[in-house]
């Protein structure tokens, strides 16, 4: 074979001097991958505010807050994610919440700019969640019904002529002061009825005990208001623990298969639009549910 020429020799050693340079760089420089990097962006007019507007603030407390506690959320990353998609969507919008919780400060960061308000039924638990998280916009409630008339209260709900939404679209099942309805949320703080909501989240009070009362008239409260809705858009229901009977019997009879876009776990997720702009024919099969 004939032996390389000069030229070629030299071209050779001088390749592999630079290959000696770069990895003694790589192997001795602090930060070797800086030039692969994107420059720095700007930081044009440094305000000294810190997380102002409040909304990052939020975020930065509930990030530090789940960072550093074993406490474990009352859902799954998969069940949050959901709703999460929603917010990103959405936000910010009005959210109202079913209960208090360990995630309450979450909900709350997650929707900036929005209005997060929460009902609870607890006395005991309202006041620990409160003290640990005083800026969160939090009432007091209480419930008619018990889970174990959950059944009783399903069958005979429509004897009640104010619990049945009318044929007509301009008499809306109504929830503020309906007492006569047994499954109306009829005297919660004036703000929950002053308001249309644009995403619900029913994940209270209890309902895993005889004696506890339900998720049944939580269910048929959030369904009415979606119902009602005026503004546009539709309502976004949000329905937890849907593992169990009695949530998924009224979630079907209230919130309507049909409405039903996704879920995961133990989440399912409605996009209920108001009787005003509901196909009548859309239901298909005779439906007999008179919400659907």
């Not at 990895?23 to 102002?52: K, R």
């Not at 998720?215 to 048929?220: G, L, T």
């Not at 949530?247 to 776990?265: D, H, I, K, P, S």
Request: with cysteine; aromatic share 8%; hydrophobic share 45%.
């Amino acid at each position: 074979m004939k032996p390389p020429g000069r030229l070629a020799t030299a071209a050779a050693a001088a390749l592999l001097v630079a290959a000696s340079l770069l990895v003694a760089t790589l192997l001795t420089s602090p930060l070797p991958l800086l030039p692969l990097l994107p420059c720095l962006p700007a930081v044009t007019a440094p305000s000294g505010d810190g997380y102002a507007p409040a909304g990052l603030a939020a975020l930065a407390d509930a990030a530090l807050y789940y960072a550093t506690t074993p406490t474990v959320p009352q859902q799954s990353r998969d069940e949050i994610s959901l709703s999460l998609a929603v917010l990103r969507r959405r936000a910010p919008l009005r959210l109202l919440v079913f209960g208090l919780g360990h995630d309450s400060p979450l909900w709350h960061a997650l929707n900036p700019g929005g209005v997060t308000v929460f009902l609870e039924e607890d006395p005991e638990w309202y006041r620990v969640v409160r003290a640990q998280s005083p800026f969160l916009r939090a009432h007091l409630v209480r419930y008619r019904t018990r889970l174990d008339h959950a059944d009783i209260l399903f069958r005979s709900y429509r004897n009640f002529a104010t619990c049945v939404p009318g044929a007509s679209a301009d008499a809306p099942v109504r929830v503020r002061g309906n007492a006569e309805c047994p499954l109306a949320l009829h005297n919660l703080p004036p703000e929950v009825y002053q308001h249309e909501w644009d995403m619900l989240m029913v994940d209270a009070p209890k309902g895993y005990f005889p004696s506890a009362p339900g998720r049944m008239a939580a269910i048929w409260t959030a369904a009415a208001m979606a119902r009602a809705r005026r503004g546009e858009g539709d309502t976004d229901v949000f329905l937890h623990d849907v593992d169990r009977r009695v949530e998924r019997m009224y979630a079907e009879e209230f919130l309507c298969e049909r409405f039903r876009v996704g879920g995961t776990g133990r989440l399912w997720h409605f996009r209920i639009p108001p009787v005003s702009r509901r196909n009548a024919t859309a239901a298909g099969g005779g439906d007999k549910r008179p919400f659907c």
